[in-house]
């Protein structure tokens, strides 16, 4: 095995419909009875547990942002998620060439598909398996429950690959997939090299400025998504 490939989800792999930001309100609504500070708050390129600690902050109360206040919280919006979802209250998709692009690279025998995620494990088993994507297909995941902190996390997927590919992978072979500029930069501790695609928020100029090495406006064009994330066109 020769590339380790780590999605990001929510604006790279699939579009939830806010799914995710309805659900932490109504986990929130459990203790709040304004929750205007909701507007303060980006949710992209962050983790779970980041934006629950920012969101109590944004509300005035940062002392309780306590691991077990967090915890409990992060149970709650779970819970709330499934059930919106399971409803079918929001509908999630797959962004397009998603499907395609997955089915491509699990074709090559050199190749390893992970997850890199903000998402806590439940959560992001939650939508893939709504947005038609098997949790079941990506080989290994670093999560928001392995760390709060978004560059923490390409080198646990990285120690993770190592059982499958006789080697803990950095650099070129180590290519993360998302839209928002945190993504790009996750992995500069380990020199990943990065693909920005603007299904999300950020344009393809903000990802590039950013320093991902190839960028697309969709994920569509499968064989030339390809080719850049096989290392054959980057510089």
Do not use: W
């Amino acid at each position: 095995m020769r590339h380790l490939i780590l999605f990001d989800i929510d604006g790279t792999l699939l579009n939830s419909s806010s799914a995710g930001r309805t659900a932490l309100r109504a986990a929130f609504a459990d203790e709040f009875t304004d929750l205007d500070f909701f507007d303060a708050v980006r949710f992209d390129g962050k983790t779970d547990p980041q934006i629950v600690v920012e969101l109590f902050d944004a509300a005035g109360v940062p002392d309780r942002a306590t691991p077990p206040m967090i915890s409990a919280v992060i149970d709650r919006y779970l819970a709330h998620l499934d059930a919106a979802v399971s409803a079918g209250r929001h509908k999630v998709r797959s962004m397009v060439g998603v499907p395609e692009l997955l089915a491509a690279l699990h074709a090559k025998d050199d190749v390893v598909v992970g997850l890199l995620t903000g998402n806590v494990i439940p959560g992001a088993r939650i939508k893939l398996e709504a947005a038609g994507l098997p949790f079941a297909q990506f080989a290994l995941g670093a999560f928001g429950s392995d760390s709060p902190h978004r560059p923490d996390l390409p080198a646990v997927a990285a120690a993770r690959a190592d059982q499958l590919m006789g080697r803990v992978p950095s650099g070129r072979d180590v290519v993360i997939i998302g839209d928002t500029p945190a993504d790009v930069t996750c992995g500069a501790a380990i020199c990943a090299h990065a693909i920005g695609v603007a299904t999300g928020a950020y344009s393809t100029s903000a990802l590039h400025a950013a320093g991902a090495s190839a960028t697309f406006e969709t994920l569509a064009d499968t064989d030339r998504v390809m080719e850049a994330i096989l290392c054959l066109n980057l510089n």
